[in-house]
């Protein structure tokens, strides 16, 4: 299916996080919210003291044909965040126009960032193009997963028309240290064969860095016993993966994983967000 020009949203949100003297005390300070179209931020919470926890916002609840999104969040020297979603996100089906998301993500000296967004939900027909980079600073660290559902299974919906394709880019002081793409159409045999998706209609992958042999069976013995979950450790970074038909089972993989490689990557106990609760 050939993406055609069509009107839609355009937003664009731009984070800036720094770590300051905050009462005496050093915390992450969200010090830039500029954004244009439908594409926010609520305020900044401390559930646990001196991080960032951020909460991003998509108000029209869902990606149509048409619409252009992207995402800019910088890190600065020593700053700690955590940014994630109130609910999955959906991309419905499209007469022909593409959806483009496009999401930056920069960690400077010393920081830290855990990049957490709940499910993509890609309805059957969709057109999406999305694309996350992630750059950071030699000393810098990092946590992310992205989730991805092809199609709606429990409502007899497959993915037999449309088009995702999928970048992530991960990058150290400018050198690659992943770089991947997934192209998707719907109805292709790449959905059905081993050598594809074998019949997984969910796609999920968690990233940690640095990370070295310990933290991979750290992770393995969190979330190593559920079918279709697979650890990796490549040079310093962890690469965690996820095929199967579950959506809620490749979150409980990810999520355990988090939890299990939090402290020893960030130094602080896991602290689940509220809005994951609701």
């Not at 600065?76 to 007469?95: D, E, F, I, M, V």
């Not at 939890?259 to 602080?268: H, M, N, S, Y």
Request: proline fraction near 6%.
């Amino acid at each position: 299916m050939s993406a055609t020009v069509s009107s839609g949203w355009r937003a664009h949100l731009d984070l800036g996080f720094e770590l300051r003297r905050v009462n005496g005390c050093s915390r992450t300070v969200l010090i830039r919210r500029r954004h244009r179209g439908p594409l926010m931020v609520q305020r900044p919470l401390y559930p646990e003291g001196a991080v960032c926890h951020s909460l991003l916002l998509h108000p029209p609840g869902g990606m149509v044909g048409g619409d252009s999104l992207e995402l800019d969040v910088s890190c600065g020297p020593g700053a700690q965040a955590l940014l994630t979603t109130p609910g999955a996100a959906k991309c419905y089906r499209s007469a022909g126009a593409q959806v483009r998301v496009r999401q930056r993500l920069r960690v400077d000296h010393g920081g830290g960032l855990e990049w957490l967004p709940q499910e993509l939900i890609v309805y059957e027909g969709a057109v999406l193009e999305a694309a996350t980079r992630v750059d950071l600073a030699r000393d810098a660290r990092f946590l992310g997963w992205e989730i991805v559902c092809l199609g709606r299974p429990a409502a007899g919906e497959g993915f037999a028309r449309g088009r995702f394709t999928q970048r992530f880019e991960i990058r150290r002081a400018g050198a690659p240290l992943l770089v991947e793409r997934l192209s998707v159409p719907g109805g292709d045999v790449l959905l059905e064969e081993p050598w594809g998706l074998g019949g997984s209609t969910v796609s999920a992958i968690l990233i940690a860095t640095p990370a070295d042999a310990a933290l991979r069976d750290v992770v393995l013995g969190a979330s190593g016993a559920e079918p279709g979950f697979s650890a990796t450790l490549l040079d310093d970074l962890l690469v965690s993966r996820y095929l199967g038909t579950r959506g809620d089972v490749a979150r409980a993989c990810l999520e355990a994983a988090w939890g299990a490689i939090r402290k020893p990557l960030f130094g602080r106990e896991a602290r689940r967000p509220r809005i994951w609760n609701t």
